[in-house]
């Protein structure tokens, strides 16, 4: 039986604009979704709400599916 993939928005406040290390205690991840869709919207959102800060950055993941016995 095969599950379809989940969708993931993950981010927060970075330390430095090479965005390699993230601040302590910022980190967020938002999801599960179902479709690539749904994550694009929060992502907007989320990407609204903190555009006045250059070092926040966030991401939309794919989760592989899962084939399960």
């Known amino acids: 039986m095969t599950k379809g993939s989940n969708f993931w928005v993950i981010g927060g406040e970075f330390g430095s604009m090479n965005f ?21 919207e929060c992502w907007k959102e989320v990407s609204e709400e903190s555009r006045h800060k250059a070092g926040v950055r966030f991401s939309i993941v794919e989760e592989p599916s899962r084939v399960s016995a």
């Open 20 to 40: 390699h290390k993230l601040v302590e205690g910022s980190a967020q991840v938002r999801g599960p979704f179902k479709t690539r869709k749904e994550a694009e």
